[in-house]
């Protein structure tokens, strides 16, 4: 199974940036798509990024669209979220996860994805 860990969350002023990472172990080639998601106290999970793994294609949620940038490094079977511009409506537990459900990757829906990193924090304060 696969296993993913993330990484790099931390209290940063707006404006500022962060660089999130998923290090993901285990048959990561059977996940066609991987991707980040947030949650925020009260609030539902909802998709940030994601990306085609097969064609690195990628889909981003139009409040981070232009801030925002997801990659892959399959060398080292790793993800990554760039940050940039955080605004503090950005607060929230970020996940990684990995899906082998979905039928593209743009769909940004929880339940079609098989395996979830415990998450890291990002905090953005005015």
């Known amino acids: 199974q696969v296993q993913l860990v993330e990484s790099g969350g931390d209290s940063v002023q707006a404006g500022g940036s962060l660089r999130l990472s998923c290090a993901a172990s285990?048959?990561?080639?059977?996940?066609?798509?991987m991707g980040w998601f947030r949650q925020a106290p009260g609030k539902e999970r909802e998709g940030v990024a994601t990306?085609?793994?097969?064609?690195?294609?990628?889909y981003y949620a139009d409040s981070v669209k232009g801030r925002f940038t997801i990659s892959q490094d399959n060398r080292k079977n790793t993800l990554y979220l760039q940050m940039n511009s955080l605004k503090p409506e950005d607060t929230a537990m970020y996940y990684c996860?990995?899906?082998?459900?979905?039928?593209?990757?743009?769909?940004?829906?929880?339940?079609?994805?098989?395996?979830w990193g415990q998450g890291t924090q990002v905090t953005v304060s005015s």
């Open positions: 996860a990995a899906g082998t459900t979905p039928y593209w990757c743009g769909g940004f829906r929880p339940y079609e994805y098989n395996y």
């Open positions: 990306i085609d793994t097969e064609n690195g294609r990628t």
């Open positions: 285990g048959y990561t080639f059977s996940s066609n798509c």
